[in-house]
């Protein structure tokens, strides 16, 4: 293990092993949730995905970070994709059952808020098919945008106040790499099963087990670009 690899470890335990060594700062954790759902959102993205593509890195290049990299403008730009994701989960936390009950599956909706059950096993995984068939499309190629802005960038801060150009953006996005492995691949075989996960665990902790999904984002991406080297 290099030394980075442990100052990266000794991070990661800093950030969690607190929640579990002192109650009083679990319920802080829990009330924030509940009082401040969109700006802990943003602070749980902007670590976590952060960290998955810091990761990420390490994976492809050796190391977490380098020159043009642009960790914070990542971040920032993680904190708000965390909360246009937060609301998402809210939407289609609400939807997804409702579709259900429309075919005839009565109870959906409150087995959600209940232990786990055949229904709330069927609900989550409604709500996760919803969500990664439809939002999930859209917000991988806008993070795919985000992130070759901040290059184009050179990494700076600058990238969070120079004009994104969208369109050309999009026109240099690798399309087929985009469909064959991260619509094709990691949102049936990956990302389904991985929300439908999320969404049986207790509301307070479903966007944090989002964002550390976005760890897994990280490798993931990391190896479709070595894939694409191949």
């Known amino acids: ?91 289609y936390a609400a939807g997804g059952p409702r579709f259900l009950e429309g075919l005839g599956i009565s109870g959906v909706a409150t087995a959600m808020s209940g232990g786990f059950s055949g229904i709330k096993l069927l609900g989550a995984f409604s709500i996760s098919v919803w969500m990664n068939t439809t939002f999930a499309p859209i917000f991988m190629t806008c993070h795919k945008v985000t992130d070759a802005h901040i290059l184009k960038n050179g990494g700076s801060p600058k990238a969070l106040v120079t004009p994104l150009r969208f369109g050309a953006l999009l026109s240099e996005i690798d399309w087929k790499k985009q469909w064959n492995f991260v619509f094709k691949k990691t949102i049936p075989l990956f990302w389904i099963p991985a929300h439908t996960v999320t969404f049986l665990l207790p509301s307070q902790w479903q966007v944090l087990f989002a964002a550390l999904l976005g760890v897994v984002l990280g490798v993931l991406l990391s190896v479709a670009a070595v894939k694409q080297r191949n």
């Open 1 to 91: 293990m290099k030394r980075d690899d442990f100052f990266f470890l000794a991070g990661a335990l800093a950030v969690f092993t607190p929640f579990f060594l002192f109650a009083d700062l679990y319920r802080w954790y829990v009330e924030a949730n509940r009082v401040y759902p969109y700006l802990m959102a943003f602070c749980k993205f902007a670590i976590l995905a952060t960290a998955g593509e810091s990761l990420g890195l390490r994976l492809q290049k050796g190391r977490y970070n380098q020159s043009g990299f642009g960790l914070f403008s990542r971040a920032v730009v993680w904190g708000f994709l965390g909360i246009w994701i937060a609301a998402a989960m809210k939407l």
